[in-house]
């Protein structure tokens, strides 16, 4: 076998070497430093390194060396004088330098001269200048040839195209920050908006003053409890916050009345559900079912609530955690025309309305989260800070245990 062919078979496998090396699972400086002493193999150079201009940094950074001084590392160069490199084409210095060097930047000559660098190969893809790369002399002392130059031409394509799509990849994953930014920020202001919104509702009243704060907190109780998932908890946070919007529609005197209301004020305050659900339903919601659960928040199980008496099977787990939370509000809140209850007599009445008004498993799942409250087992109680703290803490955890095992057995 010839000397040339032995040389093109070896070029060939060093080639095939490199693109290994580029294209593998590695990480990005794992794969950019190997193709370094994958290219330094094929030339069996002394010494060699990669630049890459970072983007929007305008600075030349080392990504892979080998025995090159780290003073030639970031050449004090302008980008401006980098792109005005040659593409497709090595600079000799050093050395064996050659007149087509004289056109470098001196400052950069100088550098990589003091670095005892040989060989300087820019690296464009298309008409974007990516980095540099740089080997030293050959251990055999003789000097770089122009098929070594062929060679070299191909190498720097693939490295540079390397560093590109690091590059790409770079950009992409800022965007996604950006984006994660940006929809964090929307989040915000979307929940500020409704709790300014749940403010209003319950300024107009000021018995249920932070009602619809508290329904959304003891829902996403009743939910975590449950195991559901976060859009889940985040959709039932916010249909409790916005489940008496339609209260804004509604009079004064009717919400504010001290005496039994009459069979048509009665009738217009039961609207409310339904007023809440027209407000609301031309807002795309990004959670499932806000509206829906806002709508039917005062339906029972044995069809006897509004506005459309649906029964059990209709009914979803949203819609009955919504109406648990907010009838164990009403009935533990001061309102214009009752007292409230005390908390064991709220849960005895939880328990009086299992199957016609409540779902059992709902049921448990309310009194499991607050005996975990009482015992202090929750990291974030929901419920506990906004009960009345005169109860014996024994007596409710007994009636609480007694329940769980009657609804469980
Ligand atoms: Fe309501």
């Given at each position: 076998?010839?000397?040339?062919?032995?040389?093109?078979?070896y070029?060939i496998?060093a080639?095939a070497?490199?693109?290994?090396?580029?294209?593998?699972?590695k990480?990005?400086?794992?794969r950019?430093?190997s193709?370094?002493?994958?290219?330094?193999?094929?030339?069996?150079?002394?010494k060699g390194?990669?630049?890459?201009?970072?983007?929007?940094r305008?600075k030349l950074?080392?990504?892979?060396?080998?025995?090159?001084?780290?003073?030639?590392?970031t050449a004090?160069?302008?980008?401006?004088q980098l792109?005005?490199?040659r593409?497709?084409?090595?600079?000799?210095?050093g050395?064996?330098?050659?007149a087509?060097?004289?056109?470098?930047?001196?400052s950069?000559?100088?550098?990589?001269?003091?670095?005892?660098a040989?060989?300087?190969?820019?690296?464009w893809?298309?008409?974007?200048?990516?980095?540099?790369l740089?080997?030293?002399?050959?251990f055999?002392?003789?000097?770089?040839?122009?098929d070594?130059?062929?060679i070299?031409k191909?190498v720097a394509?693939q490295i540079?195209?390397?560093?590109?799509?690091?590059?790409?990849?770079?950009?992409?994953?800022?965007?996604v920050?950006?984006?994660?930014r940006?929809?964090?920020?929307?989040?915000?202001?979307?929940?500020?908006?409704?709790q300014?919104?749940?403010?209003?509702?319950?300024?107009?009243?000021?018995?249920?003053?932070?009602?619809?704060q508290r329904v959304?907190?003891?829902?996403?109780?009743i939910?975590?409890e449950?195991?559901?998932?976060d859009?889940s908890?985040e959709?039932?946070y916010i249909a409790?916050?916005?489940h008496?919007?339609g209260?804004?529609?509604?009079?004064?005197?009717?919400l504010?009345?001290k005496?039994?209301?009459?069979d048509?004020?009665?009738?217009?305050l039961?609207?409310?559900p339904?007023?809440?659900?027209?407000?609301?339903?031309?807002?795309k919601?990004p959670?499932?079912?806000?509206?829906?659960?806002?709508k039917?928040?005062?339906?029972?199980l044995?069809g006897?609530?509004?506005?459309?008496?649906?029964?059990?099977?209709?009914?979803?787990?949203?819609?009955?955690?919504?109406?648990?939370?907010?009838?164990?509000?009403a009935m533990?809140?001061?309102?214009s025309?009752?007292?409230?209850?005390?908390l064991s007599?709220?849960?005895?009445e939880?328990?009086?309305?299992?199957?016609?008004?409540?779902d059992g498993?709902?049921?448990a799942?309310?009194?499991?989260?607050?005996?975990?409250?009482?015992?202090?087992?929750?990291p974030?109680p929901?419920i506990?800070p906004?009960?009345?703290?005169?109860?014996?803490p024994s007596?409710?955890?007994?009636?609480?245990e007694?329940?769980?095992?009657?609804?469980?057995?």
């Open positions: 076998m010839s000397l040339e062919l032995r040389r093109a078979l070029n496998s080639l070497d490199l693109g290994q090396e580029v294209t593998s699972e990480t990005f400086s794992e950019i430093q193709a370094l002493y994958s290219v330094m193999g094929t030339f069996l150079a002394n390194a990669i630049f890459w201009l970072e983007k929007g305008d950074v080392r990504v892979a060396h080998k025995g090159l001084d780290e003073s030639g590392a004090a160069i302008s980008s401006a792109v005005s490199l593409k497709d084409e090595p600079y000799l210095i050395v064996s330098k050659d087509s060097s004289q056109d470098l930047p001196r950069l000559k100088k550098a990589l001269a003091a670095s005892d040989e060989v300087l190969m820019p690296l893809v298309r008409d974007e200048f990516i980095g540099l740089v080997l030293g002399r050959k055999s002392a003789e000097a770089y040839t122009s070594d130059f062929e070299l191909v394509h540079a195209i390397t560093l590109n799509n690091h590059a790409l990849f770079m950009d992409l994953s800022d965007q920050d950006e984006n994660r940006l929809y964090e920020e929307m989040r915000r202001i979307y929940h500020d908006t409704i300014a919104f749940a403010a209003a509702i319950d300024a107009k009243d000021p018995y249920t003053r932070n009602h619809s959304a907190k003891y829902s996403v109780a939910g975590r449950l195991g559901w998932d859009a908890i959709g039932i409790g916050f916005l008496d919007v209260k804004l529609v509604i009079s004064n005197d009717i504010n009345k005496e039994t209301l009459t048509k004020e009665l009738r217009e039961r609207r409310h339904t007023l809440s659900y027209k407000i609301l339903s031309n807002i919601f959670w499932k079912d806000v509206v829906k659960m806002i039917h928040h005062h339906e029972k044995d006897t609530g509004y506005p459309a008496a649906l029964t059990t099977d209709e009914l979803s787990d949203g819609v009955k955690v919504l109406s648990l939370a907010d009838s164990f509000d533990t809140s001061e309102r025309y009752r007292t409230k209850m005390d007599h709220a849960l005895e939880l328990k009086r309305c299992l199957g016609t008004q409540f498993r709902i049921v799942a309310f009194c499991r989260v607050l005996e975990k409250e009482i015992k202090g087992e929750l974030e929901n506990l906004h009960l009345d703290p005169d109860f014996d007596v409710i955890t007994g009636l609480l007694a329940l769980v095992s009657e609804l469980s057995g």
